[in-house]
């Protein structure tokens, strides 16, 4: 039996550890919100503003659950119903108007939604196991299943499940590490829970 | 559990058909053509598939079906392989794709380009009986979808799995690429002195996954998937995303460098990507072994690639037949390899397919025939 050893809940204006309310802030949108975070937590992260806003957001979500944990083969798996199609909205008004045709590389490298992947692997050095699934809601089962396949199989050591969400300045963030023990056992109980 | 892929269909600019597809590429034709996007992108060398011809093609399978071009290339690479194959009580289709129905929004239809929606219409359309599993991973997603069913029918969760792959040739792909400055002005040419970069291509392929033991299944002996940790566009210099997927591949398979008969390899046909991988071949012990990239028949088809050079290699295999990276003419990486020239009758037993994407992803796999 594998465990659930830390949560992250990233909501409007409110950031969750474990449950517990740990950054709170003013009404004032996405982006100030995340600066703030970044500054509070003192991070020297220069490429974290180069990031879009999905980006950010697991970027996150991911440096908070993963604080202060030196394993290295943690697996990532990451889920959402709308791709990066926030971003892929961006890049579509740089190419609509034949008169003002201008796509940026820049812009164009957050049209993939595994970039949030990319960008986690990079900040923790995770040279490991993931995906990224596009699903109506969080495939708690599916992801129960193969978090627990990787860990089974010795593919990883443990498994960051998450389910990132930012589409028109909404967001939502719940970011869950699966572990050979911790605070609460990993059944679908727990993660309905946790993501509900 | 062993599991294996099994029947298999591919639509392609090439033809429709893993058959047609096959002897296509082993007698050198190739897909890529100057295609006219539009008006601020003017015209590129990409493959791109026929409006008529597919839809002369499609109206064989549905000629009342009413959804957009993508649903129908989807369609029409699912219906062969499933009419053999069925579906049961926990039958899964995995969807593997980029961009989906990106098209729509240059319509400002929002709804029409949530993945979701497509992977929910082809859901339906079939009649599954579960809900659609869709990975979305950059250039290796065609590998990673078959990874991800073999690995659920391994645990138990789903007894078999149609896995699909697709993308379509896009102004919204193209203008990405071409801002990169990563397209070429000419037809692509993988691992080769003048290369210059991606041709873009469509295409959409099928494969029916099950544990079942068939004369003509082939064997996923081993998979995995690395990231490289180390920039989210360009490839690492070092290949070591790609070399612990190659390793941990031969691991779980429980062969050495010395078993591969053959790689399908990434070949992007970029100064990076290509020099990345020779320097992880090189690190992984395979240099030596024959190799191709099929970009020069199909340009590179994003999330359809990966199953589409799969089934492609799987098809080397049951023909004994190498086949040419079209495209290549003389070394053009610091790390030598040994890319196929010619069409060529070999007996084969293992190959290994490799893949790698933004995001640092990198994908292998290897097929052993029965």
Redo the contacts between chains.
């Keep these: 039996m594998y465990a659930i050893n830390k949560f992250i809940n990233i909501r409007k204006d409110a950031i969750f550890e474990n449950g517990t309310c740990v950054y709170q802030n003013e009404d004032e949108g996405f982006s100030a919100f995340m600066k703030k975070v970044y500054k509070e937590r003192g991070l020297a992260y220069p490429k974290f503003y180069k990031m879009d806003d999905l980006c950010k957001l697991a970027f996150m979500a991911a440096d908070l659950l993963l604080e202060g944990d030196n394993e290295k083969d943690i697996a990532?798996l990451l889920s959402n119903?709308?791709?990066s199609?926030d971003t892929?909205?961006k890049?579509?008004q740089?190419?609509?108007d034949?008169a003002a045709?201008f796509?940026?590389?820049s812009v164009?490298?957050y049209?993939?939604?595994?970039?949030?992947?990319?960008?986690i692997?990079?900040r923790?050095?995770?040279?490991?196991?993931?995906?990224?699934?596009?699903?109506?809601r969080f495939?708690a089962e599916?992801m129960q299943?193969?978090a627990?396949?990787l860990l089974n199989?010795q593919?990883a050591q443990k498994v960051l499940c998450g389910w990132v969400h930012f589409m028109n300045g909404e967001y939502r963030a719940d970011f869950y590490l699966v572990d050979s023990r911790g605070l609460l056992t990993h059944t679908m109980e727990h993660i309905n829970e946790i993501t509900k | 559990m062993a599991v294996y892929i099994h029947d298999t269909h591919i639509i392609s600019p090439l033809g429709f058909g893993t058959r047609e597809n096959f002897e296509a590429v082993v007698s050198g034709k190739t897909g890529i053509a100057p295609v006219f996007m539009?008006?601020?992108i003017g015209s590129v060398y990409a493959a791109r598939i026929n409006d008529e011809v597919l839809d002369r093609y499609f109206q064989s399978i549905d000629a009342m079906f009413k959804g957009s071009r993508i649903e129908k290339l989807l369609i029409a690479a699912l219906t062969p392989v499933m009419a053999k194959n069925g579906i049961k009580e926990n039958t899964v289709l995995v969807l593997s794709t980029?961009?989906?129905n990106?098209k729509a929004?240059?319509n400002h239809d929002?709804h029409s380009?949530?993945?979701?929606q497509l992977?929910?219409h082809i859901n339906n359309y079939f009649g599954f009986k579960t809900?659609p599993?869709?990975?979305?991973?950059?250039c290796v997603s065609g590998v990673?979808a078959l990874s991800?069913a073999k690995?659920?029918i391994?645990?138990g969760?789903f007894s078999d799995a149609y896995v699909v792959a697709v993308d379509e040739l896009s102004?919204?792909v193209v203008?990405?690429f071409?801002?990169?400055q990563a397209m070429s002005s000419e037809p692509c040419r993988p691992y080769d002195a003048q290369r210059s970069g991606v041709n873009l291509g469509e295409a959409a392929v099928a494969a029916y996954v099950s544990a079942e033991n068939r004369p003509d299944g082939v064997l996923m002996a081993g998979e995995?998937?690395?990231?490289?940790?180390?920039?989210?566009?360009g490839p690492s210099r070092t290949g070591?995303?790609l070399l612990?997927s190659i390793e941990?591949a031969f691991k779980?398979a429980g062969i050495t460098a010395r078993d591969i008969d053959y790689i399908s390899a990434h070949g992007t046909a970029t100064l990076f990507n290509d020099e990345m991988e020779a320097v992880a071949f090189h690190r992984a012990g395979i240099q030596q072994v024959p190799v191709n990239s099929l970009k020069g028949y199909f340009g590179h088809t994003l999330g359809a690639s990966g199953l589409l050079e799969t089934v492609l290699a799987a098809e080397s295999l049951k023909n004994n037949m190498l086949v040419a990276s079209l495209g290549y003419e003389s070394p053009g990486t610091t790390q030598p390899l040994n890319i196929i020239m010619k069409p060529e009758k070999r007996l084969l037993k293992m190959v290994l397919k490799t893949a790698s994407g933004?995001?640092?992803?990198n994908s292998a796999m290897v097929l052993i025939k029965n």
């Design positions: 990532l119903r709308e791709a199609l892929d909205l890049h579509q740089t190419i609509q034949a045709y796509p940026s590389p164009f490298v049209t993939l939604p595994n970039i949030t992947i990319g960008e692997s990079i923790h050095g995770l040279k490991s196991e993931s995906a990224f699934f596009i699903a109506d495939p599916r299943q193969y627990e396949y199989s593919k | 539009n008006d601020s980029t961009k989906g990106i929004l240059e929002l380009a949530f993945i979701t992977a929910q809900e599993l869709v990975v979305s991973n950059a990673m991800v690995r659920f391994e645990t969760g102004p919204f203008s990405g071409q801002s990169f995995a998937h690395i990231n490289d940790a180390n920039h989210i566009s070591e995303g612990l941990k779980e933004f995001g640092g992803s």
